[in-house]
Each structure stands twice: as structure tokens, then as C-alpha cells.
């Protein structure tokens, strides 16, 4: 079975995107609306962008878990210029990521563990492997030499 790391990343969390949004994960009233952090300087432009982000934090959960959400706005944020100086690094909005993370702990593909972070249930995890064995089954078949990642 083939795991998350053997996929390209734009790939597994488009149509991991596409699979949170025919569940119940509703995005909130206020997500047409807001910016993703303080380092931006524009709302999304993508109309769909809140199930990108689920779908991306899943990801990162995955990856790295335990993760908080303190340690998620680091890796979201951004650089937002300073005058004519370098950019400083400014963190993402902490609403959005807690409140993606309570969709997906509702769905039961994410838990908490005290005093670590979020982490995936056995469910989230085989949801994202099935997943990517078979964004990589679709690969194998346009291109054979990728058989040595099965």
C-alpha cells in the first residue's frame, strides 16, 4: 500500500479537497470574506479554498503529527513586508486552522492528544492511503517506470 509520501502533494490534496467536500466539513459564513493571515494581502482568489486548506492540513497533520495549531499558523504564515526592509515573518489566522481542524475532528479523521497537538485517528490514516494507493495506481498506468514505488 503505497503511503502519502509517494505522491506529489498537489495531486493527493486536490482530490482529497474534492473528497472533503461532498462530506459534511461546511465552511463558515465568514470564509468568502476573510484573509488567510496577516501577511496577505488579499482573500483567496479560489472560490473552493477552504477545502484546499482542510485538505492541506490533514496533509501536514499526517506528516508531522502531533502538530499544534500554533506550530501550523508558523508553517501557513508568510512574509509581510516592513517598509523598504526585509520582509518579517508574520503567522497565518488561527481561526481558520482550528476551526478546519474541528471539521475534521467531527469527521473523525483528526484527534487531540493533551499537550502535544492533533494527531490522525486510524481512520484518517487509512483514508489518506487508500488515497494516494490509488493516485498512484493512476500514475503507474500513465507511466510504468513508477512501478518500483507499489
Known sequence: MAKVYDVPADILINRLSEILKNEDIPAPD???FVKTGTHADKPPQNSGWWHVRCASILRKIYLHGPISVNEL???YGGGRPVGYG???HK???GAIIRNAIHGLEKLG???KIEKKGRMLTKQGTKKLDVLATEILKEM??????LS???
Open 91 to 93: 503567522d497565518a489566522s
Open 140 to 145: 503507474i498506468t500513465e507511466e510504468p517506470r
Open 148 to 150: 518500483i514505488y507499489r
Open 109 to 111: 479523521l483528526v484527534t
Open 30 to 32: 465568514w470564509a468568502p
Open 73 to 75: 499558523r508558523s508553517v
Open 86 to 88: 526585509a520582509a518579517h
